[in-house]
């Protein structure tokens, strides 16, 4: 149980230490500008996210921790659980497309807060490019944080236009490296806008207001699913406490299943317990 208890701590202290190192992590593209106003050269895709050694690590971590104290408590094996540990190796993938969609998520969220900036600005009057100038005043005010994802893309856009680039192809750069579909949406009806005369306050306030509403459903969601989540997770661990606390407690009765064809058993059940949390998380992955 000491083993348990002890491999539990490293995993959430890992997973802590990961957590509070990902913003800053954001950042790698634009570290040596923190204190300029010049911007990074090097554009972000927002559909790929380079991990650091340190992460990668961290990332193996995350997950051969617990499959080898999963392991030893279902195999009583060193080996059998240094082999299920391996799949560790996999997880790097699987982390990097979470820290992906995360921001992915927080730039959607950012850019809510940019559209609204934009409309305020061009309400009073003001040209498309004077407001693009001023909402990125505006956005470095409400995020301080110079690596602030929506803060370096207006401050890209800006500097764009500044060089003489058309703001409507600084705009559809910055839609298609963001990959989100809304953005894309709002640069091609930007464009249209540009070209015929649409009224863009107009368009603004209305994406705004739709990723508004996309995000509050989203929430909605996301505290409906909460409890159901939670129980997911305990029908999953319920199962492997339960056969620790017998192995630990009764070894003469789990004798026969870390024997011969006991084996087997145990890696069909651990196949088991790995297909129901694959498919739980797939149900509940709920996308607006």
Known sequence: MLLVFIGGLSWLLLLYLERRKFPRKQSENSSSHKSSPILPVVYIDYNHYQLSSKQRVAAILMLA?????????????????AVLASIGFLFPRFRRQHLVQKRKNML????????????SSMTVGK?????????????????PDPACLIVVEFGLICRKVENGEPIESALKHFADRSHL??????????????????????????TATVIADKL???????????????ESRV??????????VL????????????????????????SLLGACYVLTQKIMNIKV
């Open 65 to 81: 921790l617990p499959a080898f104290l999963i392991g030893y408590i279902f195999y009583q094996n060193v080996i059998l659980a």
């Open 108 to 119: 959607y969220v950012q850019f809510k807060q940019a559209l609204s900036c934009l409309s």
């Open 127 to 143: 040209s498309i490019e004077s407001a693009f100038r001023e909402a990125w005043e505006d956005l470095k005010l409400l995020y």
């Open 181 to 206: 579909e809304d953005i894309q949406s709002f640069s091609d009806v930007f464009l249209t806008c540009k070209r015929t005369g649409g009224n863009l306050v107009e368009v603004m306030k209305r």
């Open 216 to 230: 509050e459903i989203t929430q909605e969601i996301s505290v409906m699913v909460a409890q159901k989540r939670f």
């Open 235 to 244: 029908l999953v661990v319920a199962p492997i406490l339960i056969v620790a």
């Open 247 to 270: 192995a630990f407690s009764s070894p003469d009765y789990m004798v026969p299943l870390y024997r011969g064809s006991g084996i087997l058993i145990m890696t069909v059940c651990l």
